[in-house]
Every structure is written in structure tokens, then in C-alpha cells.
């Protein structure tokens, strides 16, 4: 059996409204200044407490922080101008992925199991993952458990498996893990970086990223 894992954000989905806006209610619920929409992006794909710690200061209410995020997003999710989107032809690679009898499709995501589960039940999407980890579950990326985790939920060896992100945080976390990595240049971080940070592969579109499969 081989193992695909994906990375959510930048990667499956479109989720720029929803982090801007998010950002925006809660600082100001926390009399915060809002960072630069470019400086929030950036820090997209590790847990959220660690990237409100860079974004308010380590001093800030952190958890209370975390907090109000998990009470808001089902929120916004709800209102479609929002709502994280799916990229062009992701939603058919995932069923046609999910199809294949030799495929397992994982997910490592920097959302926490609480705000994560929604999403997928609102893509309709669930069914596709045997195995999600989430930012509750393991230290923050790049730090590799999220992937030993899904390793070892589906019995599949590091030489099957492969992880696809857009970011360095995910392609140091592959490369931590001993695993395959293929990063996708639509999301937050450059193909330049990626490259940077170990990809091993790079797709500019949906239709690239299922060649590559094709041969995994």
C-alpha cells in the first residue's frame, strides 16, 4: 500500500478570507494590531499557537487567543465569502486518489482535530483520509510527527509514503520524516523556497501534481 499525505491549507484549499478575516476579529477582540496580511501568510502551516506567538509577542493571552479562534471560524466558515474553497480539480483528485486500491490518503494539517473535522465534513471530504493529524495531536510542523503518527495509523513504511505541501515548514517536516515530498507552488511560499527546503518535485497545477502521483 502506499500512503499520500496532504498538507490542508494552500494546498487542498484556498483559506486567505478566512485567516484574514479571523485575524482581524480576534486582534481586535484582544486590542492587538493586525499584522501585515504578507507577514500572517508566511507564517501559514505551523499550529496556530505558534504563529500567534510571532504574530502578538509571546506576552499575549496565546491560549485565550487559540480560543477565541476555535469559537470563531465555524462562524466564518458558515458565510460562503469566507469559507476555505477547494483549488480547481482538487475535490476530483481526492475521490479519484481515494479510489485507487493500492492508495491510503492521509492529511497533516496545522488546524487543530476541533476546527479541521468541520471543514472536512463540509468539503465532504472525510471519507477520503484514514488517518488525520491535526495540530492537537503533535508538536507543530516542521517538527515530523504528525507523520510518524500517520505512518503508524496505517501500517505503511516511510519508502511508501509521500507528503505534498506548499510550504517549508511541510518539506522540512518530509525531510525530517524520511519521506518523499512534493511541494506545490499555489500556495504560501515560492517554488524558490520550496525547492530550498528539500521538495523533491514541484507542481504548478492540479493536473502536474496528479502526474507526479501517477508514478508514486
Known amino acids: 500500500m502506499k500512503l499520500i499525505i496532504f498538507d490542508f491549507d494552500g494546498t487542498l484549499v484556498d483559506s486567505r478570507p478566512l485567516i484574514w478575516e479571523s485575524h482581524r476579529i480576534v486582534f481586535s ?4 494590531p493586525l499584522p501585515p496580511p504578507d507577514i500572517s501568510l508566511a507564517l501559514v502551516g505551523q499550529s496556530l499557537n505558534v504563529i500567534l506567538a510571532q504574530l502578538a ?4 493571552p496565546i491560549q485565550d487567543m487559540v480560543r477565541a ?6 462562524q466564518l466558515r458558515a458565510n460562503p465569502a469566507f469559507a476555505e474553497k477547494p483549488f480547481d480539480g482538487a475535490d476530483s483528485l481526492l475521490s479519484d486518489l481515494s479510489s485507487r486500491p493500492d492508495t491510503i490518503l492521509g492529511l497533516a494539517t496545522g ?3 476541533l476546527t479541521v473535522a468541520p ?5 465532504h471530504w472525510r471519507d477520503h483520509f484514514r488517518t488525520v493529524q491535526a495540530a492537537d495531536m503533535a508538536p507543530s510542523k516542521p517538527h515530523p510527527a504528525m507523520l510518524f503518527q ?3 495509523a496505517t501500517g505503511v513504511t516511510a519508502d511508501n509514503a509521500i507528503f505534498i505541501g506548499d510550504t517549508t515548514y511541510d518539506m522540512d517536516m518530509a525531510r525530517a520524516a524520511n519521506l518523499r515530498s512534493i511541494g506545490v507552488s499555489w500556495g504560501y511560499h515560492s517554488k524558490e523556497r ?3 527546503a528539500g521538495a523533491q518535485r514541484i507542481a504548478h497545477t492540479i493536473d502536474k501534481l496528479r502526474n507526479h502521483l501517477q508514478s508514486v
Open 29 to 32: 477582540q484582544f486590542q492587538l
Open 119 to 123: 471543514a472536512l465534513e463540509a468539503l
Open 57 to 60: 509577542g509571546a506576552s499575549a
Open 194 to 196: 520550496l525547492i530550498a
Open 150 to 152: 500517520a505512518l503508524a
Open 111 to 113: 488546524h487543530s482535530s
Open 69 to 74: 479562534y476555535d469559537l470563531l471560524l465555524p
